[in-house]
């Protein structure tokens, strides 16, 4: 069976491509989904996508996937900094969540400096714009095969 990952966009990704194109790039929340849409095609993995503004929807989502999913690869946007609930989530699902940033967190102001994910994610990606989640895919994929193959 296809490996089945879900991409996770916290609050605000929606606005991707719409504001400021500076920090977060040119390219829409569409562009990004689609772009790992074919990549993952090429892992030969399924994805599934779900963006969220609401905390407790973004946990109930990772409750959810327990069953129906693999790995996780999620941009938490500013509940990183802030969820103490995502990360509790994240930790009962089980499953490998792999964290992704557009922005280098930590060349940004100091309140985003702390994240309560990277504790608790399999690995971090963060700096390289939309690329970022790319990179995340490849490496939640190549860890899941490599468990499959263990
Ligand atoms: O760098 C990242 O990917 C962040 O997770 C993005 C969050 C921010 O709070 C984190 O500290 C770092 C913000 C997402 C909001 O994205 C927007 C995109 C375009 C326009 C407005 C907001």
């Known amino acids: 069976m296809k ?7 916290g609050p605000n990704l929606n606005m991707l491509g719409k504001r400021e194109p500076e920090i977060y790039g040119s390219s829409t929340l569409d562009d990004v989904n ?22 407790g929807e973004i946990a109930g989502r990772l409750q959810a996937a327990m069953d129906s999913t693999d ?4 941009n938490p ?3 990183t900094h802030t969820s103490v609930a995502i990360r509790d989530a994240i930790l009962s699902t089980g499953l490998p969540v792999v964290e992704a ?5 930590y060349k ?13 994610a399999l690995g971090v990606i963060s700096g390289f714009g939309a690329e970022s989640y790319s990179l ?7 860890y899941l095969k490599g468990k499959a193959g263990s």
């Open 3 to 9: 490996m089945r990952i879900l991409v996770i966009h």
């Open 34 to 55: 689609a772009r790992l849409g074919k990549e993952a095609k090429e892992l030969g993995a399924k994805v599934e996508f779900f963006q969220s503004n609401s905390e």
């Open 136 to 142: 995340g895919l490849r490496g939640l994929v190549d």
């Open 101 to 105: 940033h557009m922005s280098n967190i």
């Open 77 to 79: 946007g500013a509940y």
């Open 71 to 74: 790995g996780i690869l999620m």
């Open 108 to 120: 940004r102001e100091d309140f985003r400096q702390k994240s309560y994910v990277s504790g608790v």
